[in-house]
Structures are given as structure tokens and as C-alpha cells.
């Protein structure tokens, strides 16, 4: 051990912090190499006084060096220091969580991300789609003679997928040359293909995006809401409330560019829900548009917006906004210090303040404030917040057994968040919660899901109901041709 000490010590100081340093290393990386090994806990007289080891000054360089992080004001840096102790490990671990949660998880199996609908699941692990549950308007995108898929199947695309959606009877997806694909129902033209009003039973490219690099699809209910690499958003389908963004209630038959946003900066997430549509841009402004029943835009009144108007709640008090979940009748936000908010409808506990009242703006979340929160997940009455240590908290509707407490039952309210005990030995890094069941996945590539299971939508075809979380085992197609369509 003492030879293996002197040798690393050796090395040039310069050389070993910037391997450190050059983005690669997550945080528990770096807490690791703080912890096991006694080199990396000196500062060698060369770090500045307020870092006490090599790993902490490298946590602060990667942080320097996130978009997000850089995006926030001086106060709102300082605010998230506090709150990680001024330990700048646990900041960068926070800015990597949030990313992930949204994104997608990094484990040894590769890339994961999942979304789940009404009654199928998405999920894509190091660049191919699986799916399972109902097809039902042909969301599933294998074709028409398939109804049902029982297991986690691969879908054979002969594409690298690095984003899903699918909350409801169509799904998009993006590759990593930032092409986006879409099928399912599309009697309300929300696939982008034009003036083609039938079901699309495959993945089929949009034409009029040509040339346009995307990274994110958020499909709502008859509409889609897409995100380009330089911040632009475009969308397509049904208006009827302005979710579309275009100043007027006409739908779009190919994605358009809102162009509100040309004059009101970068966007960095989307979300959408089932007429609502919410946009952050990256100096942590929220925009919502669309549909204003339930308050779920959070300006205080339920008028519907044609247009991203931001949400002054949040804009008074200086809460930088990262990240946004739409429900179909609620909202929630996660603010640059991990807090959480919710408004809109409140039945069942949905908003998680301990009642069935309905928020008509935003208002903290205080019953898991002691926690940093990484990612909100909200859906029909129901909410999901994980923090950054991996804990899942669930308030709202039970809906058949998929708010995932095994003590309750399957029609019960919980108006509270709580600590979803039965995945406590797990790090949860990304939840999506679909209308009756709901899935997770672990820092190591684990998928669980737990809900109704009437349709197969958590691929354990011999069960009805899952109450308790189960493990997801995922099935390949090892032959037939790829089903991906280039275009109409």
C-alpha cells in the first residue's frame, strides 16, 4: 500500500487534478477517491485554502463547468452551497442527479431512460427502445397485428435512441443524429406527418424537421411539444386551448416554431400535459400555455394563454426554475436548491400540502424541504419527488396499487408526501408514473414497476396487480427485420 501511495504521489499535481477535473468522474467518483485513499485528502500546499482536498476542488471545476449551474445567479449558487453543507461534491452530485432524472440514467448497462402512458411503457436502455402493455392505437410501434406486448420487448429500429415519450395514445422519440420519429394516434395530427389523420402504426421520421437537430419530445394528450439542441421549441396537433403556443386555437398539422420564445431566450426543459404546456428557459424562467382549468399554468386565474407566459410566483422572488412535470391537473417545479412546488388541482392530495385544496399558484412544498429534490413526476392525482440520496416520496391517489404503498388501499388518498419504504434499499435515479401504474430505475440499471398490470404495462404478463414493486426483466428481438419507417 505504501509503494502504491509514493508512486501516485509522485505524479505530477497539475496532471492528477485535471484528470479530476475533465468531466468524466461523477461525484460518488470522487467522494470514493477522497475517502480511499489518503493522497487524494491532501491539499499540497497548491489547492486554495477553502478546498481541503483534490476531489473537492475538482467537484468545484465540474460544477463551474455545467450549463446549469452557470446559468444561476451568484445568490442562487450560494443558496445551493449552504444547503450541501459547503461540500461541492454534493452540489455536483445534485446538478448530475437532476440531469439524469430528466434524462438519462448512466448505470453499467448503459443509458436508461423510461416513460410510461395509459396502459404501456417506454424505456430505453443504451440506445434501444423497449416497450410492453397495450398497443392500443398502435403506441407501441410494432405493427398493426400486434395488440399487446406481455414482456419488455426491444422494438428493432435500427436506430440509436437517446429520448422517449409516450403519456398518452402516441409516443416520439429522438436519435442521437437528433432525428424524431413518431407514431400512434394521430386523428389529431400531433405525429407531424401532415395531413395524414390515421393511426401510425410505426416509427416514422418527421419530414418537415429536416435539418433540425432535436434533443427532447414531450407528447400531451393529442399534441406534441419538441425541443431543439440550440433551444428552440416546435410543436404540433390539437389547439383547441392554445397549448400549441401560436397566439390562436388552430392546430398545427407539421411542427411549427413558437416564436415567442425567439425574444425570451434558450429553452432548457419541456413538458406536457393533457392541454397544458410548460417551458423553462435556461435563466430559470417558467412559461406555461395552453389550458388554464384547474390553475394548472399557476398565473392565479383559469384563463387559458395562447402565448409562454411566465410564471411572475416564481419571477417575484428571484426562484430560479430547472426543471417541470405536467400532470393532467396539477403541476409541480423543481427550483435550483432542490426545493419542490406544486399548484392546480388538489383532489386526492395531489399537491401534497396535507389537503384536497386547489393552489392556484405555486406554493413550497414544506414537508420535504430537509430533502434536495432532483425530480418531479407528476400524473392523473398523483405525484412523484425523489432527492438526491435516492429516497422516493409519493403523495395523492393511490390508482390501483401504482402510488406503490403496500399498507393502503388501492383507491386511498395520501395527502402528504411519504417515503416509499419498500424501494428504500435502492438509489431511485428516474420514476414516470403513467395513469394506473408506475416505474423506476436504480443508479445500477434496475427497472421495478408496481400498479395495475391488467394490460401487461409492467411486463409481468401472469399478474393483474402489482402492489409491491417488482423487478422488470427486459427481452430482445434476435430477429426481423428493422420496423422503422423513413417517412409517409
Known amino acids: ?41 491532501e491539499s499540497y500546499g497548491f489547492l486554495p485554502s477553502r478546498f481541503k482536498s483534490m476531489p473537492e476542488l475538482a467537484a468545484f471545476q465540474s460544477c463551474l463547468a455545467d450549463t446549469m449551474f452557470f446559468a444561476m445567479s451568484l445568490a442562487s449558487r450560494t443558496e445551493l452551497l449552504n444547503r450541501c453543507g459547503s ?33 404501456h411503457t417506454l424505456l430505453v436502455e443504451d440506445g434501444s427502445l423497449y416497450n410492453c402493455g397495450s398497443s392500443i392505437c398502435g403506441v407501441l410501434g410494432h405493427g398493426p397485428e400486434i395488440t399487446q406486448c406481455g414482456s419488455l420487448t426491444r422494438l428493432p429500429l435500427g436506430l440509436t435512441v437517446t429520448h422517449v415519450s409516450g403519456s398518452h ?18 386523428s389529431s395530427f400531433c405525429c407531424g406527418h401532415g395531413e395524414v389523420g390515421c393511426v401510425i402504426f410505426r416509427p416514422t421520421k418527421i419530414e418537415a424537421l429536416k ?6 419530445v414531450a407528447t400531451g394528450l393529442s399534441y ?62 417558467l412559461y406555461t400555455f395552453g389550458s388554464g382549468s384547474n390553475f394548472c399554468l399557476g398565473h392565479g386565474d383559469p384563463r387559458d394563454e395562447f402565448q409562454p407566459r411566465a410564471v411572475q410566483a416564481f419571477k417575484r422572488k428571484n426562484i430560479h426554475v430547472i426543471r417541470v412535470s405536467a400532470g393532467d391537473e396539477h403541476s409541480v417545479a423543481l427550483d435550483s436548491n432542490g426545493y419542490v412546488y406544486t399548484w392546480g388541482k388538489g383532489y386526492c392530495g395531489a399537491l401534497g400540502h396535507g389537503d384536497e385544496v386547489d393552489k392556484t399558484t405555486p406554493e413550497l412544498l414544506t414537508g420535504i424541504k430537509e430533502h434536495r429534490a432532483v425530480q418531479v413526476c407528476a400524473r392523473k392525482r398523483k405525484t412523484f419527488v425523489l432527492s438526491d440520496d435516492g429516497l422516493v416520496f409519493a403523495f395523492g391517489w393511490m ?9 393502503r388501499g388501492i383507491s386511498d388518498k395520501v395527502v402528504s408526501p411519504l417515503v416509499l419504504e419498500t424501494l428504500k434499499g435502492y438509489h431511485i435515479s428516474q420514476i414516470s408514473t403513467g395513469l394506473y401504474h408506475t416505474v423506476a430505475v436504480t443508479n445500477k440499471g434496475l427497472i421495478f414497476g408496481f400498479g395495475d398490470n391488467e394490460r401487461a404495462q409492467l411486463g409481468q404478463e401472469s399478474l393483474r396487480q402489482c402492489l409491491e414493486p417488482r423487478e422488470i426483466k427486459m427481452w430482445d428481438v434476435l430477429e426481423g427485420p428493422d420496423i422503422v419507417l423513413e417517412s409517409l
Not at 452540489?91 to 396502459?119: D, H, I
Not at 432525428?179 to 400512434?184: A, H, I, L, R, S
Open 87 to 119: 461540500n461541492w461534491k454534493l452540489v455536483l452530485r445534485f446538478l448530475q442527479s437532476v440531469r439524469q432524472a430528466f434524462g438519462s440514467v448512466e448505470t453499467p448497462k448503459g443509458n436508461v431512460q423510461v416513460t410510461t402512458g395509459k396502459y
Open 399 to 407: 390508482g390501483f396499487g401504482s402510488l406503490g404503498f403496500v399498507d
Open 169 to 186: 395514445n402516441h409516443a416520439a422519440l429522438v436519435t442521437q443524429s437528433g432525428e424524431v420519429f413518431t407514431w400512434g394516434d394521430n
Open 224 to 285: 406534441t411539444v419538441i425541443l431543439t439542441k440550440y433551444g428552440q421549441v416546435y410543436t404540433c396537433g390539437s389547439n383547441s386551448h392554445g397549448q400549441l403556443g401560436h397566439g390562436d386555437t388552430l392546430e398545427r398539422t407539421t411542427p411549427r416554431k413558437v416564436e415567442r420564445f425567439n425574444s425570451l431566450g434558450p429553452v432548457l426543459q419541456i413538458a406536457a400535459g393533457v392541454s397544458h404546456t410548460m417551458a423553462v428557459t435556461e435563466d430559470g424562467t
Open 211 to 216: 435539418g433540425i437537430i432535436c434533443k427532447q
Open 1 to 41: 500500500m505504501a509503494d502504491r501511495l509514493g508512486s501516485l504521489q509522485e505524479l505530477p499535481i497539475h496532471l492528477i487534478q485535471e484528470i479530476l477535473s475533465n468531466g468524466q468522474l461523477s461525484a460518488a467518483d470522487l467522494a470514493r477517491l477522497e475517502a480511499s485513499c489518503y493522497a487524494f485528502r
